[in-house]
């Protein structure tokens, strides 16, 4: 009697380049397939508010694809360190196959999990489905981690590009029998009263297919001229793949070849292409940074910043989670990140600096609330890209490098078009004053509709004064031992 090979799916939602998957396939052995919420692992999944919508969508996409080609996807909730032995054991499974994650309570699941089931008999493997390189791949020469991104860039560089991807199996020889499994709606994964994210599906397609429909939107239209306007928040000019690298739903390594296949067509869009593999590397980098520092989601890289004097204000904190600092920038990218569940990258930095450098609130706070509304979030990207801007983390931005909200927001949204989609209420303004309400004379701002105070809040703070007390409060960091 034959015996089946387990597929646990993980943060790899997709059948094409699944290299846990195809590898179960060339067993020439059924294939039994199951996801496991396991809300007990840190980071393993993207398990924040806004993630879980995604993720129940996602898998429900996986499911389909899976029945088209003669599978079934297993849901099942719990430990995963209980559930996967206890299906091998059920089933008589002779293998049980995933792709690796990189957060540190999920290595450490993962390895006293192969321990058990290589010591049970069972053939326990895990393959690298998530990043270009494995963090150990990439070296500095004498053989430690790397700590900057551009030597780190150079030397994953240098490995080649990565092997290419394979193709999704056509068929799948599925393990007969009812091995049990719960119902997605029994999760409850999708928020219901009030549905905030009732806006989400304008914005977004969950899944494999959407995946692929949106790479190639950005590979056709807006990766010519990414270098230019990746910096842009009011136009199309990123590739909005984060929450589909998050959840696995496109590889990294098919991005990869797939990027250059498009620049080998379009010579032209060379340059753009190369602009953006460069933020896949940087993906790489906070993985290896995260892998190497376990300990980064809640300590300070740089342990100096042990010593920062953090400020406790819980109104101030409630004020910028709401779009309401009186900074119309910071205010627009968190409205943003509330009705969709995404922020522009260039807004991320600014609200992010402006939370810890004007306010002087722990990063760590904004990172928790970052990770409960994103879509994308991921352990890894986002704590290392807080810590960056606070100027604790590895290759970061120095903490005296203070984002003014007006200066950023006049840069890179001169005509006010974002500021004006996400904060309704001043878009009356000129574009002279749109990002500085305060200063408009009274009777331009009666005639725009804002009261300060009552339509639009007044400044939390004074920019200047607050770049003044943030550089003092560093001080301390920088005499601490």
Known sequence: MP???IVWFRKDLRLSDNPALHAAVARAEPVLCLFVLDDAVDGALPVGGAAKWW???????????LEEIGGRLI???????????DLAQETGAGAVYWNRCYEPDAIARDKALKT????AGVDACSFNGSLLYEPWEVKTKAGGAFGVFTPFWKAERALGDPPAPVAAPKSLDTFAGDWGGESLSDWNLLPTRPNWAKAFSDHWQPGEEGARVRLGEFLDDVVATYSDTRNSPAVD???????HLAFGELSPREVWHLSLEEARRSPSKESGIWSFLREIGWRDFNHNLLFNNPDIPAENYNRKFDAFPWQKDDDAFDAWCR???????????MRELWQTGFMHNRVRMVAASFL????LIDWRAGEAWFRDTLLDADLANNTTNWQWVAGSGADAAPFFRIFNPIGQGE????????????VPEIADLPDKYLMKPWEAPEDMRREAGIELGETYPRPLVDHAKARARALEAYEEVKGAA
Do not use: C, E, Q
């Not at 849901?75 to 032995?85: D, E, M, N, T, Y």
């Not at 000019?237 to 929450?243: A, E, I, K, Q, V």
């Not at 810890?356 to 306010?359: E, F, G, P, V, Y």
């Open 3 to 5: 015996t089946p090979t």
């Open 75 to 85: 849901l099942r909730s719990g430990p995963a360190s209980k559930i996967v032995p």
């Open 356 to 359: 810890i450098k004007h306010l």
């Open 323 to 333: 779009g309401r600092t009186g900074y119309p920038m910071v205010d627009a990218g």
């Open 116 to 119: 058990d089931l290589n010591g």
């Open 237 to 243: 000019g990123t590739s909005r793949l984060s929450p």
């Open 55 to 65: 993720l129940h969508h996602s898998l429900t996409h996986l499911s389909r694809a």
């Open 411 to 422: 840069k890179f949204d001169p005509d006010g078009r974002y500021v004006r989609r996400w």
